[in-house]
């Protein structure tokens, strides 16, 4: 921990212990959701194959707080979705020809994960065919994690002040926490780790303390669109504490974990990393029923119990409704379970939002553009209330309308979400990602066809 803190004194951050909150990064300059270059959006015209294109310059960029590689991670196991092991990729895969577990892109990634897959690869040879396919992305981040920790030891991987097992080492475990059941589990899974692994000296009570701390430390590598790839485990990440307000949020570059201010951090300040809100708003007040604890509407108990059990009713048949693949059943049972929520639950319910969400993804699929856009426009203002104005859930939900609305061809619409997406993305992905850039290509195509309809209706309007 003693060469941590140089390093991360060059990037403004200072490890502290606060009470009851253990470590955090406290900092020790001043960090900003971005520097106002003009207080209008400035346009460049470029020439791009004999033709002009507009693009925006961005006013406002979420100023990098902190970065890291993943000490060690994996991809997540899926029987349909497989990822490269070096870059998370699902293009243009090829298995190692040895165990048939770990996939890889091409020769760079596998020559840059080379020197511990080999040892990995010789582990997993040890079990059969059947058990090696049965190995999960937990087993394999912690075989992973001891690998990584030897091959250091004996200075084949070269150690840094934020990439050294002593980080992980001083991560908290929670083990007095936990009950005997989960303790069980994490023995069992110890027990199987050292079976891989087959280390005379190895300690079992320290893998098992090792998986606690993987719960609460690790990391879900997600993409730009929050969609989940992988696990990571981050060291020096983990420092920084959760907060229901925070002033940082956490997002990936491939497998690179990048906390971006989004909220003026003074020198000093503690910063923490995204962590939403959840809860609806009803609870018992005696034996009377319920009372909302936003307006103070009382409810009924036996309207509300009554509500609760049709809703029960439908929720369970929607499962095998959706097992099945009737997505028109499943369409019309979520409206109904809508319904019912809206009877039973406060405006800006989670749980309602939730159901909408299913809706959403579900009318997406069957291409019902119209109705997706309705229901993508009644969770933006739960968005709003449960998160912090620049949070990349917030943002995505507003691209996602912006994207709908131009395809049913109400452009002004369109513009008005996806400008208020890029507003808020640019922030939290900055400006460099594919994602980035496509949305706000996106953004610009809608510009054009705008201008050119005004134009043309300019036109029509001239003629005699």
Sequence with gaps: MEDLQPALNEQGLNVSTVP??????????DFYPGLSLSLLNVYVAIIYDSNFATWLKFLYIGEVIISQEPYVCVPNKSSVDSRCDGCFTSSNLKKCSACH??????????????????????ALLRLDKDRRKSVTPSIRLMVKLYLRRKLQSEKVIPTTATDNYYLV?????????????????????????????????????????????????AHTICDSELRPLG????????????????????LFEGRLAVIRAVQHIPQGDE????????????????????????CGHVRDKEEITKIASELKLISDKVLMSSSSGNYQETVSMYQKIDKLQRKLCHPFSITLMQTREKLLKIL????????????????IPV?????????????????????????LGDTESAIKSLSKAVDILRVTHGTNTPFMKELVLKLEEARAEASYKLSSKDELQDLP
Aim: with cysteine; proline share 3%.
């Design 101 to 122: 577990v770990v996939c890889y892109c091409g020769s760079i990634c596998q020559k840059l994960d080379w020197k511990l897959h080999r040892l990995e690869c010789q």
């Design 271 to 294: 910063d923490s990393r995204i962590h939403s809100r959840h809860g609806n708003f009803f609870s018992i007040q005696n034996d009377k029923g319920f009372i909302c604890q936003q």
């Design 169 to 217: 080492e001083a991560l908290v475990s929670h083990m007095s926490d936990i009950d005997e059941k989960q303790l069980v589990l994490y023995a069992q899974m110890a027990n199987i780790v050292n079976f891989i692994l087959q280390w005379p000296e190895i300690n079992l009570k320290e893998i098992a303390e090792n998986f606690s701390k993987f719960a609460c430390n």
């Design 383 to 407: 968005y709003q209330r449960l998160y912090p104005g620049f949070h990349p859930l917030l943002g995505l939900q507003y691209c996602t309308c912006g994207k709908l609305e131009w395809l």
């Design 20 to 29: 009851e909150k253990g470590r955090c990064l406290l900092t020790t300059r």
């Design 231 to 250: 696990t990571g485990l981050y060291p020096v990440i983990s420092i920084i504490n959760h907060s229901c307000l925070p002033n940082s949020v956490l």
């Design 364 to 379: 997406m699929e069957l291409q019902d553009w119209r109705e997706a856009l309705a229901y993508c426009r009644l969770t």
